[in-house]
């Protein structure tokens, strides 16, 4: 049944995906204002506070996106303006996230939106999916191609490497 389930998620996640013609454009560091990051919350808020207090150093405005795999947010999880979260019971029956919860992160027109996430979650795809931001950075998984304007090969318990590759492309582009 989850495999079932999980075959129909990936359909319905193709068929609401953003389709492209938003005119990607990757931007130099230096230039970029603001940056959406989409993770998993119960298990990389660490290394997403790290990379945000590490953006925000390089004059970057920070803007994240967590997903709670529980029924509800419970007490650790509070939102304010610069972070979201969302949890499985923001979700359709296809897992996939209801605009209601998301919408704000989504219409965004960050420079970049990243995917700072070792697995591939329906719903961490689907926002990236989605995200109208200029350009879309996140790890390779396939079948999920579509949901990144770059992929970036990431192995198991490898995501502090993956977040080291990511800060080299952003401060390598450009100059």
């Not at 953003?18 to 298990?43: F, H, Q, W």
């Not at 997403?48 to 970057?60: T, Y």
């Not at 923001?90 to 996230?97: E, F, Q, V």
């Not at 605009?99 to 070792?118: C, Q, S, T």
């Amino acid at each position: 049944m989850n495999r079932l389930l999980n075959t129909i998620s990936k359909k319905q996640l193709k068929k609401v995906s953003d389709d492209g013609s938003l005119g990607r454009e990757m931007v130099p560091l230096t230039e970029c204002k603001s940056i959406g990051i989409v993770y998993n919350a119960k298990k990389h808020s660490k290394e997403v506070e790290a990379f945000g207090n590490w953006l925000r150093d390089n004059g970057v405005k920070v803007f994240t996106m967590g997903f709670v795999d529980d029924k509800e947010l419970g007490h650790d999880f509070t939102p304010n303006y610069k972070k979201e979260y969302f949890c499985r019971k923001n979700l359709d029956r296809w897992r996939l996230p209801k605009k209601e919860a998301v919408n704000r992160f989504l219409l965004e027109k960050f420079d970049y939106m990243i995917g700072v996430f070792e697995d591939a979650e329906i719903p961490l795809m689907a926002i990236s999916a989605q995200s109208k931001a200029k350009f879309r950075i996140g790890p390779y998984h396939p079948g999920f191609i579509h949901c990144f304007d770059m992929l970036l090969q990431v192995g198991d318990n490898e995501l502090d490497d993956y977040i080291r590759t990511v800060k080299n492309y952003l401060t390598s582009y450009g100059k």
